[in-house]
């Protein structure tokens, strides 16, 4: 049987340190409450492990299920861990890690299409760049890691945008809504082709949609089951990249990048 806790340590913090936040120190404790091989536990059972008292273990378990970190079942009124903890845990384990792994992939297909590669992650309605590389012939544009493109417009931000489950979609839709206001209609329509390209050919074309004589392909980077979305991009100007050439050369090339990365991270999967 489990043993509860002491927090006779975190109060003697808190009274110590102005800065120390009590209530964040009991929601994270609650999250180490659940053990290896348990799915559910109730308000009463993590009150007894924590010794949290029961009425801010409900506050808690609610709060945390409204961030994604806590799922509730109601049929039987407990939670277990939700998607939110494992994207941390796995950020952790992945995200400074991943630039390593996918360099080598992203270089290769740079150096032999001439274009510009890079892996991107979500910021808000931005996307920013974990990790470019490029070719060595001349480029229209070159963007290194830390660079930011808009979500809406950008082959790698709809690319992404379509690896997200449904609910948060529509949720940044809203969001993206707001933003744009008087173009919305064409970014609208530019994203549903993206989603509808995405479906037809596992990967989405931009074709001068986010700058003028830029022609894109990207795709989402799905990992842990949905937990983590990156996103894979491949762009150069579009005199040379043709709409036939991005659908069959660098969309299906950037799908092999993407399945390599994946191997690697996952390599029991």
């Not at 490029?134 to 290194?144: A, D, K, S, V, Y």
Request: glycine share 10%; charged share 25%; with cysteine.
């Amino acid at each position: 049987m489990r043993q509860t806790p002491s927090h006779e340590g975190e109060h003697e913090q808190a009274g110590k340190d102005r800065n120390f936040v009590t209530a964040l120190a009991r929601g994270l404790e609650l999250l180490r409450a659940f053990g290896a091989g348990e799915e559910y536990l109730g308000n009463a059972e993590l009150s007894n492990r924590t010794g949290i008292p029961r009425p801010s273990v409900s506050r808690l378990t609610y709060t945390l299920t409204q961030l994604g970190y806590l799922q509730h079942n109601p049929d039987i009124e407990k939670y277990r861990l939700g998607a939110g903890v494992l994207a941390l845990g796995y950020r952790y384990l992945a995200n400074m890690g991943i630039r390593d792994l996918a360099r080598p992939h992203l270089q290769r297909l740079a150096d032999a299409t001439d274009c510009s590669v890079s892996l991107g992650t979500a910021d808000r309605t931005s996307m920013m760049y974990l990790e470019s590389c490029h070719g060595t012939g001349p480029l229209i544009i070159r963007l290194g890691v830390g660079s930011r493109l808009p979500m809406a417009t950008s082959a790698i931000g709809r690319a992404w945008l379509c690896g997200v489950s449904d609910e948060r979609r529509q949720q940044l839709m809203g969001e993206l809504r707001a933003i744009h206001k008087g173009d919305w209609a064409r970014i609208e329509a530019g994203i549903e082709k993206s989603l509808a390209d995405y479906r037809e050919y596992g990967f989405c074309l931009s074709e001068e949609d986010w700058q003028p004589e830029i022609s894109a392909v990207a795709l989402p980077l799905v990992l842990e089951g949905g937990a983590e979305v990156m996103a894979l991009n491949c762009g150069g100007h579009s005199l040379k990249l043709t709409h036939d050439k991005l659908v069959k050369n660098l969309g299906p090339r950037l799908k092999a990048v993407a399945q390599d990365i994946i191997n690697l991270l996952e390599p029991t999967r």
